[in-house]
């Protein structure tokens, strides 16, 4: 099974390479069932132009969110004013209960600071089960990931198989360059997160996202107290 579905992303990765990301998520919206692909968005700037290029070019994809709890108040004020804009719904997915009490009670409310691995059960608990559940019910899910994000992306492909969760992953953004992303925000004027303004590229959860400054990596203010390759909350490993 998992060979075959590495072949057929290569061969849709093939297809669908160099096209436009408007080329590509019609393309996508054709290749898979309606209710059985979606965008997942952090409402990070990649994450607002793919939306604004599915309510133009693709409607019926469907949109959602993570909301680990600890999201700045820029994000939930983002999350309203695209809701507003576009007129469309955004699921929003949490995590669950009963994990994040018995994390908290054995780790703290700030474990992340204290080790990568404890970082990475934070993440794991408030981000990747969440996903992982949503995930189960899609056959293919749409990414703002680049290459030129971080030394963790540069391998990004526009159609991967997504062996951890398994199933497509389809990033229509992978050859754009921040200056791309940013002129298409201007262009049509796509509601963005003011923290942008505030030297915020990358944007997380508020206790583990800080503003960069003028020469640093633009995911550097992700987990700045870790190393530039540990710099993943697990979502986009792509191993089990």
């Avoid at 604004?52 to 939930?76: K, N």
């Avoid at 971080?150 to 492909?157: F, I, L, P, W």
Wanted: charged share 30%; hydrophobic share 35%; net charge neutral.
């Amino acid at each position: 099974m998992y060979s075959t579905a590495k072949k057929r992303a290569e061969a849709l990765n093939g297809e669908w390479s160099g096209r436009d990301p408007e080329t590509i998520l019609s393309l996508a919206g054709k290749r898979f069932c309606a209710g059985r692909i979606a965008l997942a968005s952090s409402f990070g700037a990649e994450d607002q132009v793919l939306t604004d290029m599915i309510v133009r070019t693709v409607p019926e994809i469907a949109v959602f969110t993570l909301d680990t709890g600890r999201l700045h108040q820029e994000t939930y004020d983002l999350l309203d004013a695209t809701r507003n804009r576009y007129a469309i719904p955004i699921e929003v997915h949490f995590p669950e209960t009963s994990e994040m009490l018995a994390m908290q009670t054995l780790f703290g409310a700030n474990l992340f600071y204290e080790s990568v691995e404890m970082r990475r059960r934070c993440c794991e608990t408030r981000k990747v089960r969440p996903l992982e559940k949503k995930l189960s019910k899609l056959d293919a899910w749409i990414c703002g990931l680049r290459k030129g994000q971080s030394v963790t992306r540069d391998a990004v492909r526009t159609v991967e198989w997504d062996e951890r969760f398994g199933l497509f992953k389809i990033n229509p953004l992978a050859e754009f360059s921040e200056e791309m992303v940013w002129a298409y925000i201007r262009r049509y004027g796509v509601p963005y997160n003011a923290l942008h303004d505030r030297g915020f590229p990358s944007i997380g959860c508020a206790p583990c996202t800080r503003a960069v400054t003028p020469g640093e990596d633009i995911r550097a203010g992700r987990w700045w107290w870790e190393l530039p390759t540990h710099r993943e909350c697990g979502l986009h490993s792509g191993k089990p």
